[in-house]
Each structure stands twice: as structure tokens, then as C-alpha cells.
């Protein structure tokens, strides 16, 4: 047995270097001739639109509008709250060609605040009753959020468009969507992006909220339309995947976990048509998930791992944050501040993108939440 052990050694860390030896990302910082963008404006105008448009034409798809014309949006209810917070929900209603929608939103506030509040809007991809406070201690703690100082919000994905494969015949494809779908129409992770974004209008226009502190914040196929959300939408302040994994924060190139087959074979309504000629192809795809991440420079992000979350790939996850990094260091602004993952249950929250991997399997936690906010305080409480 004492032969073995070389060998037990080597094949325990054979997977995960091979995977980092064989990773040849698409350069982060090229425009359409390959050309480097040497300072922040080359990159704004000529890598960040592009980058933009790849993700949309080949991963998550276009979507055919921004804040409809018609739409209002009305506080329903004031409800009688825990001490300390203001408790209210609101209706944001749209109307498009194919009909009407409503997205319904919990907004919970502290009480006392003198000055406008840090802001945590969460994208509920669990049970709508979630929104009920004292039901959502660990996935959405909205008491303990408040009580630090901070307002949040929640809606559920299904409002915007229903996780179903049924041809995109409800949520907001049925109401906006005209003709027949194009391979690059957007898919369902787009629509709950556009829906956040849609929210975070509303927000910004919300007495006692600040709209230049105002987080989206989603888990695994939420924390996957958090991010293209963030990266489509420059008011968004800080971006947050928790476990967002394949087509999230993690990079496809690993071939770690979840792969884009697998992805399109089980949710095929989730990302564009166009995408599923990457199955089994990663090498082929224009883009990988670390631009993503470098799509939110040069604002605030936060990608959270699990340790037992193997599926989800974290150190896929962290990789692209180590990635992306470049893409801040343009606006000399520090991105991941390490490239050496932290053990399980550290974090490293100095630089403008944040990470931590906790133990424990996939789930948002009270934990989880308790480093989101640390980072926030940090960054936007100094
Ligand atoms: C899984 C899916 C992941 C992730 C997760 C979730 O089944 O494979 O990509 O999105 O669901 O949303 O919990």
C-alpha cells in the first residue's frame, strides 16, 4: 500500500489539472481583429459591446425590449411588520402585444433609516411562499438583511416566465414575442434577467432606496440570470451568483460537472437555439463564462461556491472570477484579489469582485447572505 500511494496521489489531482493545463480561454480583453484593448475606454467601446453581442447570439439570446411603454408599476399592500421594518408589495403590470403580465414584489425596508439604503434584490427561483417573512430564514433572510442596514426585494421567476419546455407559449415570450423564434430569440434565463432588470426600474425610483447601491442577487439558475442581467444592465451596482455553476459563473471549457449538453438536453427552454451547437463543443464556442464576469466591470461581484456542490463546479467558478480579473485591472481597479482558491470556508473580499466558498452542499443560506454582506459593507459602507 505504501507503493500505491504516488499513484493514489497523482490520480486524486490527475482531473482537475488536466482540466487547467488543457484551458485555452477566449481572451477576456480582444476586440473583433484579436487586438488587445490596451486602457478602460478601448475596452468600453470596442470589447464590451462585442463580448455582449456574442453572449447574446450564441448563449442566452436576444431580448426584443427594455422597459415596455406600457407599465406601471403600485404598492398593494402595507403589512404590519416585525419592529424595525417597513413590509410592503407592489405590482409591476406591462402590456405587449400578446397580452398583459404582472410580476409581484416584496419589498422589505428597515424602519429607521435616515439616508437612502444599500439595496439586495433577490431573484426567487424556490417556492413563491418564500416571499412570506419567517418562511425564508436561510434562502431569503429578509429580517436579518434589514436589521444591517440594508432594504431587499424579492419576485418569483415564474411571474416573468414559467420554467417550463413548452415552446415559449406563456410569460413574457407570449406577451412580446412576434413571428417565429430565431436562433438567437431569448431563452427562459433571459427572460427572468430581463424581468430583474425591469424591477430594478422600479426600484431606483422608490423613496428611501439609494439606485446607485442596488444588487441582483440569485441562486444556480437564478444566480445564472443574475449575472446576464448584470451584464446586460449598467445600473446594476453589484452582481451576486450563488452557485450559479454551468452557463453561469463557471467555465464551460473544464468540461467540470454540468457541461452544455447536459444543460441543453435537461432545460432546453433556458438559453437560445443557437447554443445547443455547442454541445460537447466547448472549444468552439466564441466566448466562456469568465467574460461574463468581466461584462460587469467595472461594477461589484460576488460569486459564491459550495464545497459539496461538484455539479456547479467551484473551482470552475473561481477560475473565471481569477479570469476575469483583467477586465478590471483596465479601470485599475483590483478584481479577484488571489488566484490560489481559498479553503473551504474562507472568502476573499478585498478586491472589486468577491468570493467564497463555504462547506455544505447547493442551497442559499443564512451564511451565504452573512459574507454578501460583509462584502457590500465593505465596499459600499466604507
Ligand atoms: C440543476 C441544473 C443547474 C442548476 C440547478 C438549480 O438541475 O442542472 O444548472 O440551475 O438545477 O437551479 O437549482
Redesign the pocket.
Known amino acids: 500500500s505504501f507503493r500505491l500511494l504516488p499513484l493514489i496521489a497523482m490520480l486524486s489531482t490527475a482531473p482537475a489539472m488536466r482540466a487547467e493545463e488543457k484551458l485555452e480561454l477566449p481572451e477576456i480583453l480582444a476586440d473583433e481583429s484579436g487586438r488587445k484593448a490596451e486602457n478602460a475606454a478601448e475596452w468600453r467601446e470596442k470589447v464590451r459591446p462585442r463580448t455582449l453581442d456574442l453572449f447574446r447570439e450564441h448563449v442566452y439570446g436576444r431580448s426584443p425590449l427594455q422597459d415596455p411603454s406600457l407599465a406601471e408599476w403600485k404598492i398593494t399592500a402595507l403589512h404590519d411588520a416585525p419592529s424595525g421594518l417597513k413590509v410592503s408589495d407592489g405590482d409591476y403590470r406591462f402590456t405587449g402585444p400578446g397580452g398583459e403580465g404582472r410580476i409581484k414584489v416584496r419589498i422589505v425596508l428597515p424602519a429607521s433609516a435616515e439616508k437612502p439604503v444599500p439595496f439586495f434584490l433577490l431573484i426567487n427561483?424556490r417556492s413563491p411562499v418564500l416571499a412570506d417573512l419567517g418562511t425564508a430564514q436561510g434562502f431569503w433572510p429578509a429580517e436579518a438583511i434589514a436589521k444591517r442596514g440594508y432594504g431587499t426585494a424579492i419576485f418569483h421567476i415564474a411571474d416573468v416566465d414559467p420554467d417550463k419546455a413548452e415552446g415559449f407559449k406563456d410569460g413574457v415570450h407570449a406577451i412580446f414575442d412576434r413571428g417565429k423564434r430565431k436562433p438567437d430569440s431569448w431563452g427562459t434565463i433571459a427572460a427572468w434577467s430581463w424581468g430583474a432588470s425591469r424591477i430594478v426600474s422600479v426600484l431606483r425610483e422608490s423613496p428611501g432606496i439609494d439606485p446607485e447601491r442596488i444588487a441582483v442577487v440569485g441562486?444556480?439558475?437564478?444566480g445564472?440570470a443574475a449575472l446576464w442581467c448584470g451584464a446586460q444592465d449598467e445600473r446594476v451596482g453589484l452582481t451576486i451568483s450563488n452557485e450559479?455553476?454551468?452557463?453561469?459563473a463557471a467555465l464551460s471549457r473544464r468540461i467540470h460537472g454540468?457541461t452544455i449538453a447536459?444543460?441543453n438536453k435537461?432545460?432546453p427552454h433556458w438559453f437560445c437555439e443557437n447554443y445547443k451547437r455547442y454541445d460537447g463543443k466547448e472549444a468552439e464556442l466564441p466566448v466562456d463564462q469568465h467574460q461574463l464576469i468581466g461584462l460587469l466591470a467595472p461594477r461589484l461581484t460576488y460569486v459564491a461556491s459550495a464545497a459539496e456542490d461538484d455539479?456547479?463546479d467551484p473551482e470552475g467558478e473561481f477560475l473565471a472570477c481569477v479570469h476575469a480579473t483583467p477586465a478590471y485591472r483596465i479601470f485599475d481597479l483590483p478584481g479577484l484579489t488571489g488566484e490560489t482558491m481559498p479553503e473551504v470556508g474562507g472568502h476573499l473580499h478585498e478586491g472589486r469582485i468577491g468570493y467564497h466558498i463555504r462547506p455544505g452542499k447547493?442551497d442559499l443560506t443564512a451564511e451565504d447572505w452573512g459574507l454578501f454582506m460583509d462584502f457590500a459593507d465593505r465596499h459600499w459602507k466604507r
Open positions: 427561483n441562486h444556480s439558475r437564478g445564472k450559479s455553476g454551468c452557463t453561469g454540468e447536459d444543460i435537461s432545460f455539479w456547479a447547493h
